[in-house]
């Protein structure tokens, strides 16, 4: 079973930048879209929203609003590895950071998760 492998999280002050990593242990086929997911502090595992998205076919991308012009998602199909480049961090922005690939034919694949702190 494929397994994805996220690094790049940590602590930084607000206004720092950190660049998320999410390589799989394989190759990753029929991918749809490409997540980055977001667990705020307090919240359960079933209730992460939805950050960034790459929709590969169409080649658009999808921000949430708190994020847009700070967060920038790539992806390499060739490497089913995704990328989530986050610059002028928030507090707000804290969490467990969770990469997820959504495949046709075939069952999600997500991270295990990292933790992103943004703190004075």
Not at 31 to 53: C, F, H, I, S
Request: glycine share 12%; hydrophobic share 30%.
């Amino acid at each position: 079973q494929v397994q994805l492998v996220e690094s790049g999280g940590g602590w930084v002050d607000p206004g720092g930048s950190l660049n998320l990593s999410c390589v799989a242990s394989g190759p990753i086929v029929s991918v749809t879209d490409m997540d980055w997911y977001r667990q705020p502090p307090g919240n359960k595992r079933d209730l992460v929203e939805l950050v960034a998205r790459l929709m590969t076919e169409s080649k658009s991308f999808y921000y949430k609003d708190s994020v847009k012009g700070r967060f920038t998602i790539s992806g390499d199909n060739a490497k089913s590895a995704m990328y989530l480049h986050m610059s002028s961090l928030k507090p707000g922005d804290t969490g467990v950071y969770y990469c997820r690939f959504a495949q046709r034919g075939h069952s999600d694949t997500w991270g295990q998760g990292i933790q992103v702190l943004v703190s004075s």
